[in-house]
């Protein structure tokens, strides 16, 4: 009994000192990674260590106030009446276009209600050299380039003057290699991996090396497997691209609560690899730091940070869209004036004493006034040449097709242009009527 009892305290013992010798050294890991063994079951849902929801970085409160100990950039008068004139410019625009669309003189347009310290900010906190790749909203952005109102009118238009595309891009669908705005496109999400080979292109160009790619969608287009793609790509190869995510709360009439289970799309940037932060979108000063220090990091690091914009959509998806068949009216109008990024950054100016009324009332008489004269001279101005269709899709010599399909539309003008009233009318809103191609050999 006693040499049993002796033999069993023996081994305790040695198991102690082994124990306490293990709990010295450095914990073991699998091989070609840094995880730590534990001998533990243990499952994780979260990435933050607490397992709280990730923070929202704020720099001003709801009464235009900076937070105390807040991190922001410095901001001196001078930019913080131009971020504000451009975000008032965006509603300005807006009201005027989505009417006119109403009244049936553009076939479509999308509004940027409530994101405006998204967009704005966002512009403000990059470089006028960074590469911008849109989706539907960022029109701010090549208006904060100095773009100009008559480049925006003459593409929603499509007149002769549109630069983006020569009036063959629905309205809204930006480009402009001057400002270094790639074209807009439909397809959702493509423009992710996209961004992640520009990024990658900049960084291997010895000219370039100081900018980055700049890539919006919103956390709807955060479902399509291009996001993954793209986001794996400019962690992987690498590539210096700030992603930012607009989580407007709706993709089209899909909630975001319904969009995804987890911790919104900010949750998804660990998981890259990727530095990630989640900030308030309705606080342009948060926006614009929040964005000055991504793309920073981008620059330091060569590879992707993601950025997600918490904000809400106010407008309907788009002029095809009624959202109060799936969400509330009383909803929309408690968040216009709850949490209004205008009004918000609006007290800040006021605080500060940069702003009042008087300022108020001239810059919207005055936004107006320029929004008003840039529309009423693309209304006025005519279509491209009809020849201009079948320009810069090919580079070098026009293919077969095309020059099939331009000798069909030549051949059927000269038969029809002149006695078949839906074309005449047509034709008449064109540059020369058609007759760039009628009297062509």
């Known amino acids: ?43 994780f849902n979260s990435v933050t260590p607490d397992g709280e929801q990730i923070p929202t970085y704020r720099v001003l409160d709801g009464s235009g106030k900076i937070l105390d100990g807040a991190d922001a950039v410095e901001i001196d008068e001078a930019l913080a009446r131009r971020i504000y004139e451009h975000m008032q410019l965006l509603p300005t625009l807006d009201n005027v276009l989505y009417n006119v669309q109403r009244q049936g003189k553009i076939s479509f347009y999308m509004t940027t209600y409530g994101e405006e310290a998204t967009v704005i900010g966002s512009a403000a906190g990059l470089q006028l050299d960074d590469e911008i790749l849109g989706q ?55 423009q992710i991996p996209q961004a992640a080979g520009v990024a990658y292109a900049l960084r291997r160009s010895p000219d ?48 975001s609560m319904e969009q995804y289970y987890g911790d919104g799309i900010a949750s998804r940037g660990p998981g890259y690899g990727i530095d990630t932060i989640r900030v308030d979108g309705n606080d342009v000063l948060a926006v614009m730091s929040a964005v000055r220090e991504g793309r920073r990091r981008a620059l330091e690091q060569g590879r992707a940070v993601l950025i997600e914009a918490m904000t809400y959509r106010v407008g309907h998806h788009s002029t095809s869209d ?67 269709m079948f320009t810069d ?19 059927l003008l000269r038969k029809y242009g002149k006695t078949w009233k839906p074309w005449s009318a047509q034709l008449k809103k064109h540059k020369n009527r058609g007759e760039d191609l009628v009297k062509a050999s």
């Open 322 to 388: 009624d959202s109060y068949a799936y969400r509330a009216r009383s909803e929309v109008e408690d968040r216009k004036r709850i949490d209004n990024p205008i009004a918000r950054f609006k007290l800040y100016l006021e605080s500060k004493g940069w702003w009042d009324e008087t300022a108020e009332e001239e810059l919207k008489a005055r936004l107006k006034a320029d929004v008003m004269k840039a529309f009423k001279k693309a209304e006025a101005m005519p279509y491209c040449e009809v020849g201009e």
């Open 136 to 190: 539907y909203r960022e029109m701010g952005v090549l208006l904060w380039r100095n773009f100009g109102l008559d480049n925006v009118m003459a593409q929603c238009f499509g007149t002769q003057d549109d630069t983006s595309g020569k009036g063959r891009q629905m309205p809204v669908h930006f480009g402009s290699p001057k400002h270094h705005f790639h074209t807009i496109s439909s397809p959702l999400a493509t």
């Open 208 to 255: 370039r090396r100081s900018s980055v790619a700049a890539c919006f969608f919103g956390e709807g287009a955060a479902s399509e497997g291009d996001f993954h793609a793209g986001l794996l790509l400019a962690s992987t190869v690498p590539s210096p691209v700030v992603f930012i995510a607009r989580n407007n709360g709706f993709a089209i009439s899909t909630p």
């Open 393 to 411: 899709v090919y580079g070098g010599e026009q293919p077969w097709n095309i020059k099939e399909q331009r000798e069909e539309l030549t051949h």
């Open 1 to 43: 009994m006693l040499r049993t009892t002796a033999a069993t305290l023996s081994k305790r013992c040695l198991r102690y000192h082994q124990t306490a010798r293990m709990s010295t050294r450095t914990p073991e890991r699998l091989p070609n990674t840094q995880s730590p063994i534990i001998p533990n079951l243990k499952f």
